[in-house]
């Protein structure tokens, strides 16, 4: 796999392991739990025998139960069990914190005059945002990270964990999928990034279950031979849950314009990618429920700008980030809060008709969305002649 950006910090660090120019201590900077775990991962298979790790691994915890002075004390003195020690160390924010920690500081820059050679020290500050340009920190993490490279960073070498690229992202997501003897058309790749915001931990697990899926036998998942061992946009939109989810707000796109065919094409596409087929019609009432639900309180909010949104949303009833701008668009479409409630009142009847039993629950949802994308009929009063035979 070629170099990319992104990961650069964390493969040079890698390749500092067990080599001359290894520090004998790192800040890891930034919350990009995936960068995270690669340089742990390394770390441990480089330095710590899986035989001795009882013995030579500590995870610390800065706080009320375990000081910088006791952490410090630990890697200055040698294990009789063990010749080399790492040492992580978590909790860094309490170092940086209220007062001055004069002691705390000096005790560190004594050690490091004459740190034990047999033992590496891991700070970890992951109270710490660093975005894909360091240039576009918050004001907030960018005074914490400069107060982090004026202490620690005269002392241990920085290992800066930014959010990853998209352009990266995609790119390792094709890498890792050659390196498994699998093939990752460049689209799927775009899209399961793209789907899942960018966040590595999770684009990882999602590719773990797609490599599996497109290796498993052909008998197994019903893949014909010349889709074997191949990762396509159709894959992704089958076996990723966000990746059905951006074709239900493709979905709403279509209703909240009154495109009828459009969104009875989205629908079909919604239910031959779903591994239910119809069976899993209740799951797509669901979401386009609580989708509607979710323009309802933008609509009465009159949030126009995606970063007021996660003050009116609370946390669980949160659409992914690459939806923000969309559904805020969509609300605004409907004129009116009795539009949105008139929707949320189909789909509800529409799930009572489906828990009944029907024989087809494919025309339910059919009926459904020709409604919903369906412009209420309105008296000569001015009121939806619908709205009152719906309440």
């Known amino acids: 796999m ?10 040079r660090f890698l ?79 309490t170092l940086y914190g209220r007062g001055a920690k004069k002691d705390e500081f000096a005790a560190l820059e004594r050690y490091f005059q004459s740190p034990n050679p047999q033992a ?28 982090i490279r004026e202490t620690l960073g005269e002392w241990c070498g920085t290992v800066e964990l930014q959010k990853v690229e998209e352009g990266d992202a995609a790119r390792w997501v094709i890498g890792t999928a050659d390196d498994r003897g699998v093939k990752c058309d460049p689209e799927a790749a775009r899209e399961l990034v793209d789907s899942l915001a960018v966040d590595m931990m999770l684009i990882s697990s999602e590719l773990e279950k797609l490599l599996l899926y497109v290796s498993a036998p052909v008998r197994e998942n019903n893949l014909d031979a010349e889709h074997f061992g191949r990762i396509t946009l159709g894959d992704v939109e089958t076996m990723v849950l966000a990746a059905k989810q951006r074709s239900l707000y493709e979905l709403t796109d279509a209703l909240s314009q009154r495109d009828r065919p459009r969104a ?53 009833f949160r659409m992914p980030p690459f939806a923000a701008d969309v559904l805020i668009q969509q609300a605004r479409r409907y004129k009116t809060r009795r539009e949105i409630s008139r929707a949320l009142r189909l789909i509800a009847r529409a799930d009572l008709e ?28 001015g009121e939806s002649s619908q709205f009152a035979l719906e309440i």
């Open 264 to 316: 009875l094409s989205l629908l079909h596409g919604l239910l031959h990618a779903s591994d239910g087929g119809e069976d899993s019609a209740i799951g797509h009432l669901y979401m386009l429920a609580k989708t509607y639900r979710q323009m309802l309180i933008i609509h009465e909010k009159n949030v126009r700008d995606s970063r007021a949104i996660w003050q009116v949303l609370w946390q669980g």
């Open 354 to 381: 489906l828990r009944s039993g029907p024989v087809d629950k494919t025309l339910v949802l059919e009926r459904l969305v020709l409604d919903l994308a369906t412009e209420p009929r309105v008296n000569a009063y």
């Open 2 to 11: 070629p170099p990319l950006r992104s990961f650069a910090s964390t493969d």
């Open 120 to 147: 590496l020290i891991l700070f970890v500050a992951d109270h710490l945002t660093l975005p894909t340009d360091l240039r576009r920190m918050e004001r907030d993490d960018k005074d914490r990270y400069e107060r």
């Open 15 to 93: 390749s500092q392991l067990g080599t001359a120019e290894m520090r004998q201590a790192y800040v890891l900077i930034g919350d990009e739990a995936f960068l995270y775990e690669r340089a742990r991962k390394g770390v441990l298979e480089n330095l710590v025998p899986g035989e001795l790790r009882d013995f030579c691994l500590h995870d610390l915890e800065l706080g009320s139960e375990t000081s910088i002075f006791e952490a410090l004390d630990l890697a200055q003195t040698p294990s009789l069990m063990a010749p080399f020690q790492v040492i992580f160390v978590r909790g860094l924010k």
